[in-house]
């Protein structure tokens, strides 16, 4: 089969570490050129916009738009106005209402269009997400404590509005938790600690609920040194589980289970390319639902400025 050919625009961090291996070792993609005011990568055609680069007579099926979240709504619509499939990295927009505008907007073009999220191709997801459909789950801790410093050096927008602070991984959990939960939660109580001197927070502590009365928790904190945590807990009705590693290690009453290999990325684009081939779109706003909920429900504590 002709591989899709996909451009990029928005090449930084996830691009170089993810994005490019992913593609490269998909013989169903073609890295066809890149859109990036600063940025490219080695060996494929580079233009500064994505009206140049639409403009240009390079073939273009698909684009993965990779720029931070506040400035991709309008790129969106310029690809999806071009007859092109859209990948859109998490979180798919800085607010609800333009990510169904795009929603709104594909279907009425005929394109695919993918909200990404990176955490439920993790390994565990699915071995969960089938446990808790036979184990009713009862509790539901989530850990997700990582060094900003460390893997967010010189990133200004993640303290902006609509770049989420600490919110930018927490809803990595949440896609995950979205997914794993065999009831639909929401959120009761929140409390968001934001720098004096930053616009989002640096910390979150969260508390859900459901119709059958789950409790679910989560700790977001972006202070934490040494080392990382990426865990979710969970009792059930007659099991503990444990995924450690954002859902790339799991742990069933206290016995590691043995989990396939294939990566995130990897397998975010085998989606990519069975929506594009089935002609069909996944466009999932759960996890951003509950971030807005979270700025909406949450008490806002001034926090130290952070330096
Ligand atoms: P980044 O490196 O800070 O930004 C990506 C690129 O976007 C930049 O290199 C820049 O390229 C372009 N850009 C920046 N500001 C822009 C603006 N005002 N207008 C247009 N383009 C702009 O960010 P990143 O870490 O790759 O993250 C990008 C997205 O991927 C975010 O939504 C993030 O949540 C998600 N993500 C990141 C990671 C991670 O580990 N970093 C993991 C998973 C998902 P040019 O200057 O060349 O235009």
Redesign the pocket.
């Known amino acids: 089969m002709d591989p899709i050919q996909l451009a990029i625009a928005?090449?930084?961090?996830?691009?170089h570490?993810?994005h490019v291996p992913a593609i490269r070792g998909n013989a169903g993609y073609a890295l066809a050129a890149t859109a990036?005011?600063?940025?490219s990568v080695e060996g494929v055609p580079a233009y500064k916009t994505m009206a140049e680069m639409l403009a240009s007579d390079t073939r273009i099926d698909a684009i993965s738009l990779?720029?931070?979240?506040q400035?991709r709504y309008e790129a969106a619509r310029q690809a999806i106005c071009a007859g092109k499939h859209v990948f859109l990295?998490?979180?798919p927009g800085a607010t609800l209402s333009e990510v169904e505008s795009l929603k709104a907007l594909a279907a009425e073009r005929g394109v695919t269009m993918l909200a990404s999220w990176?955490s439920r191709h993790a390994p565990a997801v699915q071995v969960v997400k089938r446990h808790l459909q036979a184990h009713r789950p009862r509790r539901v801790r989530v850990i997700w404590r990582e060094d900003v410093r460390h893997?967010h050096p010189d990133?200004e927008?993640i303290w902006q509005p609509g770049g989420l602070g600490v919110f930018?991984p927490g809803i990595n959990a949440l896609s995950i938790v979205t997914e794993i939960l065999p009831e639909m939660i929401f959120l009761t109580k929140a409390a968001l600690e934001v720098p004096a001197n930053r616009q989002t927070p640096i910390a979150a502590r969260l508390a859900f609920t459901d119709a059958t009365g789950t409790e679910v928790e989560a700790d977001f904190d972006w202070r934490q040194t040494g080392e990382q945590t990426w865990d979710i807990v969970i009792d059930t009705d007659g099991s503990h589980l444990h995924l450690k590693k954002g859902g790339h290690e799991l742990w069933i009453d206290g016995a590691q289970y043995a989990l396939a290999a294939e990566g995130e990325y990897p397998s975010l684009y085998r989606h990519f390319s069975q929506l594009i081939r089935g002609k069909s779109s996944d466009v999932d706003v759960a996890p951003l639902r509950h971030v807005a909920d979270a700025f909406m429900l949450g008490q806002h504590i001034v926090t130290d400025a952070f330096v």
């Open positions: 928005g090449v930084g961090k996830i691009v570490d993810q990036s005011r600063n940025n990779c720029m931070p979240p400035y990295e998490k979180p990176h893997w990133q927008w930018d």
